[in-house]
């Protein structure tokens, strides 16, 4: 075979082989931080209450988009547990995480102390013994990552239980607010310069709720 464009064979191949790819690319990462964008997996279209993450592949792929899981460990996860009862169960558990991290957000942004019973939850998380840290390039520089040894897929759960407890110990509470979108489920974390973001996305929720506005006082001008 000669050098020069791709052989097409070849990328079909690498594209069959990550078809988690367009899974990850559906979710909207516009919490600021991993806690609360795996808290967003929930959402609401079209006046419906939706679960992005519908399969054991989309718990994966979330991971993957949002920097908690590389390739390789991508890859090994959907091949041992897509389709398995082990890893219907590890969905079952993920959404049971995500309900008591959505109740941890509300009571921050209520200024209302943590449950405890989701601090025991992420304490048995943190539990599990994994693998290590390491240092991963990204376009910004670099971010640290855990490269784990999977052995359940329950120990996908982990990272996710690493940010909630780097959301507890070092988050600044106040900066935690919900989409003023009242339908919308979304959280963020307002890094705003001027502490003033009211919108999880201002293409989406702020456009939708100033049009809102704008007929409110349309209808009022023309009131007798």
Not at 17 to 34: E, K, S
Not at 166 to 179: E, Q
Request: net charge positive; with cysteine; charged share 25%.
């Amino acid at each position: 075979m000669t050098s020069g464009a791709p052989n097409a064979n070849w990328c079909k191949i690498t594209f069959m082989v990550r078809p988690w790819r367009r899974r990850a690319d559906r979710f909207a990462l516009i919490g600021n931080h991993g806690c609360l964008d795996f808290v967003n997996t929930e959402g609401v279209q079209k006046g419906q209450r939706v679960d992005f993450l519908a399969e054991f592949p989309d718990l994966v792929a979330w991971l993957s988009a949002a920097q908690l899981l590389g390739p390789a460990e991508t890859d090994e996860a959907i091949r041992r547990w897509s389709g398995t009862p082990a890893g219907a169960r590890a969905l079952v558990e993920a959404r049971k995480l995500r309900a008591s991290l959505r109740q941890m957000l509300e009571q921050t942004a209520r200024g209302r102390p943590i449950a405890a019973s989701t601090v025991e939850t992420i304490n048995a998380l943190l539990a599990r013994p994994l693998g290590h840290g390491e240092l991963v390039r990204n376009r910004d520089g670099f971010v640290r990552r855990v490269r784990f040894g999977l052995r359940a897929p329950v120990d996908l759960l982990v990272p996710v239980a690493e940010a909630a407890s780097d959301f507890l110990c070092h988050a600044t509470f106040f900066l935690v607010r919900k989409c003023e979108n009242p339908p919308c489920l979304r959280y963020f974390y307002d890094l705003s310069k001027n502490r003033g973001r009211r919108w999880c996305s201002m293409t989406v929720c702020g456009n939708r709720m100033k049009v809102a506005a704008y007929h409110r006082r349309a209808q009022r001008r023309r009131r007798p």
